[in-house]
């Protein structure tokens, strides 16, 4: 692989700050426990964080064992990353390197649980870690699910193919681990007798085993707040069911929708939560997805049971890989083809749309008054409330001669994609398929 060291960082970054807040997990202020940080992508304008920029240059780089595309999770002094490697991707891997330099400070590896040929089409450590004071809780989408240290030692582990049959799906998983305090959400939507699992996160324990959607899903389960609790809310090609977090029992369900297979829910507050789908091959039904985006309320019934509907619906924005995010009042969705939509929280009103030259994988992040959006191609866009951008490259896109991904022939397209990217205090981290790099945050005098 092209060392990162190689590539030119534009002097021209992007400027932003962050005050995380974990869903229900008690945390460090720097830390970035799961992923999207458990929906919490609408960041603090507060005056502590102070003024800043990025430095003209990459803090440290790290080129990662084998390939993967989940996010890196920050707890503490570490940054965790998991990959596959292999052709048949035979072997999981954990990585913990030191957030202050990007070295490796430990690495894991486990046998696949069900080995399958690696390849595009078939998701490659997909799933994002948990982390939180004890560790970080890993799973895989073969069904290898493992805890350990922060020192590098296993806590526990669990081989859930062995335990409840081999998971097979027709382009694999890539629910990440959602948590809380006390436990880990894994849900398995598979090709048959899927299951959505609460283990205890000290022991490995199972709380509850239920069944799954039975529908086509690749984004991941988010706890939402409500009145009384958090329902873990599923959302998976027509359909959306929360869950009761404690029992795992179906407490409401939306049917009907279209194109929600990729976004995850992201949680509003007081019971709402933003819901994004994507056109299909063709754009034949467009209009069914642009309504299937928007802003839905649980809440309870005059019967006193649980329901959930759409407080307002888009009209004409839809979602891609990415979901949606809400910041100051207003709600944005990026489609496709790179053009993010503008809506009013409240009403869904579009306020502007704006084309950002590229397609979209990581989830947009609120920063003070201008949103941050990482293009797969590495170009990053700065967005304000009026729809206003400025855009950034932060690297040169790959040679023609760049050295194959997983012992494949050449393919420029998976080898440069930006998968997710995080903010820390003192570093903005971004991750490709065998990368890590960080670029440093310089305080403002």
């Known amino acids: 692989m092209r060392p990162l060291a190689d590539i030119r ?109 690696s390849s595009n089409y078939v998701s490659r450590a997909a799933p994002t870690p948990a982390a939180d004071a004890e560790g970080v809780i890993c799973f895989f989408e073969g069904g290898n699910l493992l805890a350990f240290t922060h020192k590098g030692d296993v ?46 996160k000290k022991t490995g324990d199972v709380n509850w085993k239920v069944a799954g959607l039975g529908a086509t899903s690749w984004s991941s389960p988010r706890l939402v707040p409500v009145a009384d609790g958090r329902h873990l809310v599923l959302s998976a090609s027509g359909h959306l069911v ?28 007081e019971g709402r939560f933003l819901i ?21 309320q649980i809440a309870k019934n005059a019967d006193g049971a649980w329901q959930a509907d759409y407080v307002w619906r888009a009209k004409r924005a839809t979602s891609s890989f990415s979901s949606p995010m809400a910041h100051n009042g207003t709600a944005y969705f990026v489609n496709k083809t790179g ?21 979209v994988w990581a989830t947009p992040i609120g920063i003070g008054d201008q949103v941050m959006f990482c293009g797969k191609d590495g170009k990053v866009n700065l967005l304000a409330n009026s729809g206003d951008a400025q855009e950034f490259s932060t690297w040169e896109a790959l040679p023609e001669d760049a050295e194959p991904v997983a012992g494949e022939k050449t393919d420029r397209f998976s080898a440069s994609v930006v998968y997710s990217a995080l903010w820390n205090e003192q570093l903005v981290l971004l991750r490709r398929g065998q990368a890590l790099f960080a670029v440093k945050v310089v305080r403002e005098q």
Do not use: M
């Open 9 to 117: 960082v534009n002097r021209c970054l992007l400027a932003a700050v962050l005050f995380v807040f974990g869903s229900g997990v008690l945390s460090a202020g720097n830390d970035w426990a799961s992923f999207q940080n458990g929906g919490q992508v609408s960041l603090s304008t507060s005056a502590t964080v102070g003024d800043w920029k990025l430095g003209a240059d990459l803090a440290w780089t790290a080129d990662l064992t084998g390939y993967g595309q989940s996010s890196p999770v920050v707890w503490g002094e570490h940054v965790y990353v998991t990959s596959v490697e292999g052709p048949e991707k035979e072997t999981y891997l954990v990585s913990a390197y030191a957030l202050v330099d990007g070295k490796q400070v430990w690495e894991h590896k486990v046998k696949n649980a069900t080995p399958q040929k």
């Open 155 to 200: 806590r526990w582990e669990r081989n859930l193919a062995a335990e409840y049959g081999e998971i097979t799906s027709r382009h694999g998983l890539a629910a990440s681990v959602a948590q809380d305090d006390q436990s880990a959400f894994i849900w398995v939507e598979r090709g048959e007798e899927p299951y959505v699992l609460s283990v205890n």
């Open 242 to 269: 929360g869950l009761d977090s404690e029992s795992g029992e179906r407490l409401w369900a939306v049917e009907g929708i279209s194109g929600n297979t990729t976004p995850t829910p992201v949680p509003l507050g």
């Open 276 to 296: 994004g789908a994507t056109v299909g091959r063709g754009n034949s039904d467009s209009g069914k997805s642009a309504k299937s985006n928007g802003v839905i």
């Open 339 to 359: 053009v993010v939509f503008g809506l009013d929280l409240e009403t869904g009103k579009e306020k502007f749309n704006k084309r950002l030259g590229g397609g």
